[in-house]
Antibody, heavy 120, light 112 residues
Framework: QVQLKESGPGLVKPSETLSLTCTVS????????VSWVRQPPGKGLEWMGV???????AYNSALKSRLSISRDTSKSQVFLKMSSLKTEDTATYYC??????????????WGQGTLVTVSS | DVVMTQTPPSLSVAIGQSVSISCKSS???????????LHWLLQSSGRSPKRLIY???NLDSGVPDRFSGTGSQKDFTLKISRVEAKDLGVYYC?????????FGGGTKLELK
């Protein structure tokens, strides 16, 4: 059974760095890719970046200078780090897996999301 | 980036009615492999998004056949027949043909 679960601090101060973890089960991170997607309160979805099965990464150009995605395959965990946080980064952050590991059928499985509030 | 435009932004429906949601992209979504990577997701209130349809018209496992997707190139439609209460929420289209993946702004389906 495929499962993803995000975790991290609920509150972060402006200018600080956000660190989130996506813990997965039911599949291997070396066979599927995992994206991070965020959603500001009451707004739509924004794709942030992806870590592929081979460990390479790609980012949304709007966030690229602040964003880093990595993983620990032994712990089945994917990490997101985003620096220089602003109040506009307040959002629910989701991790999501693709469908089959080799097509462009993304966003097949989602975590429950974790709300991050950026405030002093 | 590919812009995905959904209409209408909101819909009021009575249980048992049928509705359609439109999604238009700023570029053709046909990939070099000939397939079209346009997907539909539903986000029920307070929940994470759930994918319903992938590649325009393929239903994800467990999705009732009251849902159907059609379209090609830049113009796509999601149809829900015989709406049930559990169908209410915000529907998003998403494209993964072009990098970066992008989402439509959403269509909120509410009870009339």
């Amino acid at each position: 059974q495929v499962q993803l679960k995000e975790s991290g601090p609920g509150l972060v101060k402006p200018s600080e760095t956000l660190s989130l973890t996506c813990t997965v089960s039911g599949f291997s991170l070396t066979s599927y890719h995992v994206s991070w997607v965020r959603q500001p309160p009451g707004k739509g979805l924004e794709w942030m970046g992806v870590i592929w099965g081979d460990g390479s990464t790609a980012y949304n150009s709007a966030l690229k200078s602040r964003l880093s995605i990595s993983r620990d395959t032994s712990k089945s965990q994917v990490f997101l780090k985003m620096s220089s946080l602003k109040t506009e980064d307040t959002a629910t952050y989701y991790c999501a897996r693709d469908h089959d590991g080799y097509t462009l059928n993304w966003f097949a499985y989602w975590g429950q999301g974790t709300l991050v509030t950026v405030s002093s | 980036d590919v812009v995905m435009t959904q209409t209408p932004p909101s819909l009021s429906v009575a249980i048992g009615q049928s509705v359609s949601i439109s999604c238009k992209s700023s570029q053709s979504l046909v990939y070099s492999d000939g397939k079209t990577y346009l997907h539909w997701l539903l986000q029920s209130s307070g929940r994470s998004p759930k994918r319903l349809i992938y590649q325009v018209s393929n239903l994800d496992s467990g999705v009732p056949d009251r849902f159907s997707g059609t379209g090609s190139q830049k113009d796509f439609t999601l149809k829900i027949s015989r709406v049930e209460a559990k169908d209410l929420g915000v529907y998003y289209c998403a494209q993964t043909t072009h990098f970066p993946p992008t989402f439509g702004g959403g269509t909120k389906l509410e009870l009339k």
